[in-house]
């Protein structure tokens, strides 16, 4: 009995501490961190709000958000107010050296375009996320949710058993059930010698079977998985909206859908595209990289050096802080004198990313565009329907919020 009693009070002893020390960290991780950082931000010469409890900018981030959502804007106007109305705003308040805050964590806002090369040149100091997927599908699943349940999502990185959360989780895990069927089905053929190599699957499992079979290591199914995944993402809405931004933009410069055509029509007349004619298309190109300029709005490098690192000759950058690495800030547009003329030449031009994690699929991305638009242009004209409004949306790449209306002439 005695040791029945001694035993409860340990047992109560140990859950007090557990309790001290879960309060004591989560004071901690809620506000001394926070506030160390922002000390330590201030005293690198970057400005920001100050930190608030928990929530940081997100409720400001958010109400700026549906405020701009709700809106359209001109086919002239600068996108960036319309895109990143938050970060817009804290850079015309606080200056490029700016940052925010994403809940307790603060993200520094990098809009030079030297800076963000320099970043992406340095992998080891200023890591990707370790699942760029898991970002993708979360600011996906972020953009479509209510705003309590968002900011939740962000702050706590818990789940919250919403009906949206719910549905998400349901279709994550049917994806990942037949995924892995399909994985399972190639690895048996693989055995019997009957595998095939003219898709990336194919591809990556034969390498990754080799890589095992000699040095023993190599991934494991699920990183299979989260590797075609991350193709299939990275690859599927980011060429057709590059498709896209480039017709609505070909509809505002009449004249450049007509040397574009002129150009397809000289270089194919009435043969069907083939690679070697769509590698001649320099005006196609031009301008679909101009149209490129603004497709991908921004990516997040995290840096977690204990030591700090001299950025340019702007700031330093150290501890364990985010780098919220922004892309976006240029616009959508060309000046009829030539098609570079408002996007400043090529300094600002990182819509594949950079360094050695640069896109992987941006050769392919451009054959697809040119190939897609090649074909379209020798059998239409086009141009915006008048019910057309021009809100470009951010889900990722720059999405049209309310479709692409088109009026397509058949030539
Ligand atoms: C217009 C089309 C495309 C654009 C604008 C684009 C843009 C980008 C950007 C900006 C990044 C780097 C993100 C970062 O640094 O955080 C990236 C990475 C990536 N992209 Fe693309 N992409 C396009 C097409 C494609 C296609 C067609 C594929 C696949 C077939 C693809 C596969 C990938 C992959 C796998 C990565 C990750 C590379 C790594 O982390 O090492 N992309 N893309």
Redesign the pocket.
């Known amino acids: 009995m005695k040791l029945k009693i001694e035993r409860g009070r340990g047992n109560s002893g140990k859950r007090n501490r557990r309790k001290r020390l879960g309060i004591v960290s989560r004071v901690n991780w809620e506000w001394l961190k926070p506030k160390k950082l922002e000390k330590s931000l201030r005293g690198h010469g970057l400005a920001g709000n100050p930190y608030r409890l928990l929530i940081g900018d997100l409720g400001d981030y958010s109400a700026f958000a549906s405020h701009t959502k709700s809106k359209t804007i001109s086919l002239s106007d600068d996108i960036a107010p319309h895109v990143l109305p938050y970060v817009h705003h804290v850079i015309q308040k606080y200056g490029k050296n700016s940052f925010m805050w994403f809940g307790p964590n603060p993200r520094v806002n990098i809009v030079e375009p030297d800076l963000m090369k320099e970043i992406?040149s340095k992998p080891n100091l200023f890591q990707?996320?370790p699942d760029?997927l898991g970002e993708i599908i979360t600011a996906i699943a972020n953009s479509f949710q209510s705003f309590p349940d968002s900011v939740r999502r962000l702050v706590n990185c818990r789940f919250i058993p919403t009906k949206a959360n719910k549905r998400m989780k349901e279709v994550i895990s049917e994806l990942q059930v037949l995924l892995r069927g399909v994985v399972r089905k190639r690895e048996k053929a693989m055995e019997m010698g009957e595998a095939r190599k003219d898709d990336?699957l194919g591809i990556l499992m034969e390498s990754n079977f080799k890589e095992i079979r000699e040095n023993g290591i190599g991934l494991s199914i699920e990183e299979v998985i989260a590797?075609c995944k991350?193709?299939?993402f990275?690859?599927?809405g980011?060429?057709s909206?590059?498709l896209v931004w480039t017709m609505i933009l070909l509809c505002k410069y009449p004249h450049w859908q007509g040397r574009a055509r002129e150009e397809v029509l000289q270089v194919f007349g009435k043969e069907d595209p083939d690679l070697d004619g769509l590698n001649r298309l320099k005006v196609v190109r031009s301008l679909s990289l101009t149209a490129?300029n603004s497709?991908?709005t921004d990516?997040?490098?995290g840096s977690q050096n204990s030591k700090s690192y001299e950025l340019g000759r702007s700031y330093k950058l150290g501890g364990q802080r985010k780098v919220y690495?922004k892309?976006c800030f240029t616009n959508l547009d060309i000046k009829s004198n030539g098609v570079f003329g408002a996007t400043n030449g090529k300094v600002s031009y990182?819509?594949?990313?950079?360094?050695?994690?640069?896109?992987?699929?941006?050769k392919?991305?451009?054959i697809?565009?040119k190939m897609a638009i090649a074909t379209i242009f020798r059998r239409f004209s086009f141009e915006l329907s008048p019910s057309y409004a021009h809100a470009p949306f951010p889900l990722f790449?720059l999405q049209p919020q309310h479709g692409a209306q088109l009026i397509l002439h058949k030539l």
């Open positions: 992406m990707k996320p760029p990336l590797e991350l193709f299939y990275g690859g599927s980011t060429t909206s590059l490129l497709n991908v990516s997040t490098r690495n892309t990182l819509p594949f990313g950079g360094g050695p994690r640069v896109c992987i699929g941006q392919f991305s451009m697809e565009a790449t």
